[in-house]
């Protein structure tokens, strides 16, 4: 095989997302049931005859299915990450979230892995959430969705790759809440696993990061269009605040550094103040104001409501180790890679430490990297070239887990 090093980085191409209903119920942790579930997925590069060169990737927050190639049916583009317009240009349309990571001779190398993304469960691009028709009712489930967590995401997940003949995962990967799930079914599934990438991620969100998801949802619950969650088919729906949610949200994505050097004090409009309460007088306040409105056309603020609630609820120690980090991965068979960014101040490097330092106590393979950068948490989206080699280097290593 030709190593990925000595070819030049290429394009899966047009992708069409697939869609699969689960053959039965899927139970929650909440306790109650969803009847039905449909995952949206996509898939790229071939699956070995062995079933054994999978890799699942997860998403964040904003992101969905479509993680490589252009869009059969391009809409508005989940390619998130500071500056991502100067980076893609118009190219974006259509284009993966994750494209400069995985096709032909990238660090997910297509042309030896069969690379598997879905929308997450409580999603609003194709799969259940709270968007969908409840069968009971035949009405959008709206605020009657029930609360998910990161492992309800990953028994989905499970059901659907079940659904595909597929049954052991070479790796699971992903960045923020995708790297919660990488996480995930390495202690729920450790017999499934052989590797996971853990992209600045966190075993648990800090305080701080509680307290802006917090604010972010009750932004949109504060809005009177959100309507107690039942807001669809009303005409009216809660984009004020779900503008303002993404507007905390994309700054807490950021770092101090990054927004001086892009912005600094610079007026968005001559060189004078015009002493306005209601227009955009800095050019960091358009910026914020456009990501609210491109981010209220593509995604529901019901489901943002969901999956941010979920990864707020995402504690290892507390959910696997009775408060202990260290008893919590204690079966984890996964070797682990895990990678942080020196100014992600929302998933900060010493959360990385933290999971490496429990997984080493415990004997078990982990490496961590901290990549020196200074766009904060969105690193992860616009760091892939320094990313690249880290990652094929560890998904090349023969050694495998215990």
């Known amino acids: 095989m030709t190593s990925a090093s000595t070819r030049a980085a290429g394009s899966v191409g047009v992708v069409e997302t697939k869609y699969a209903d689960l053959p039965g119920p899927v139970r929650l942790d909440s306790g109650r049931e969803l009847a039905t579930v449909r995952v949206a997925y996509e898939t790229y590069g071939t699956l070995s005859t062995d079933r054994d060169n999978v890799i699942l990737v997860c998403h964040a927050l904003s992101g969905d299915a479509h993680a490589a190639g252009r869009s059969a049916t391009p809409g508005e583009s ?52 709270p968007s969908s028709i409840d069968p009971a009712t035949q009405r959008p489930y709206g605020s009657d969705f029930p609360v998910i967590t990161v492992a309800d995401m990953v028994r989905v997940e499970r059901a659907l790759l079940e659904l595909l003949g597929i049954e052991r995962l070479a790796a699971v990967a992903g960045g923020s809440l995708g790297g919660m799930q990488a996480l995930q079914w390495a202690v729920l599934f450790p017999d499934l696993v052989d590797a996971i990438v853990v992209i600045a991620s966190t075993h648990a969100l800090h305080p701080q990061g509680l307290s802006w998801n917090a604010i972010a949802r009750d932004a949109i619950m504060r809005d009177p269009d959100w309507q107690g969650g039942h807001y669809y088919g009303t005409g009216r729906s809660p984009d004020a605040g779900m503008g303002l949610a993404r507007m905390v949200g994309h ?72 408060g202990s980090l260290s008893t919590a991965v204690q079966h984890v068979r996964a070797r682990t890679l895990l990678i942080a960014f020196s100014s992600d101040w929302l998933y900060p490097p010493a959360a990385s430490q933290e999971i490496h330092d429990a997984l080493r106590e415990q004997g078990k393979p982990a490496e961590l990297h901290v990549i020196d950068a200074p766009y904060g948490h969105d690193c992860f989206l616009l760091e892939e070239a320094r990313q690249t080699p880290v990652i094929r280097a560890f998904l090349n290593t023969e050694d495998k887990a215990p």
């Open 78 to 129: 989940t390619r998130d990450g500071f500056g991502a317009e100067d980076r893609d240009g118009t190219a974006a349309k259509g284009l993966g979230w994750w494209d400069g990571m995985i096709g032909p001779g990238k660090a997910f190398d297509t042309d030896r892995w069969f690379v598997v993304s879905t929308n997450l469960l409580g999603g609003c691009a194709g799969t259940t959430g």
């Open 251 to 322: 700054v807490t994505y950021l770092s101090a550094a990054s927004m001086g050097d892009k912005f600094a004090r610079r007026l968005q409009d001559g060189d004078d103040i015009h002493y306005t309460i209601t227009d955009a007088e800095f050019q960091v306040e358009s910026y914020l104001r456009y990501q609210a409105s491109t981010f209220v056309r593509r995604f529901d603020a019901n489901t943002y409501l969901y999956i941010s609630r979920a990864l707020t609820y995402f504690d290892l120690a507390r959910q696997h180790g009775e």
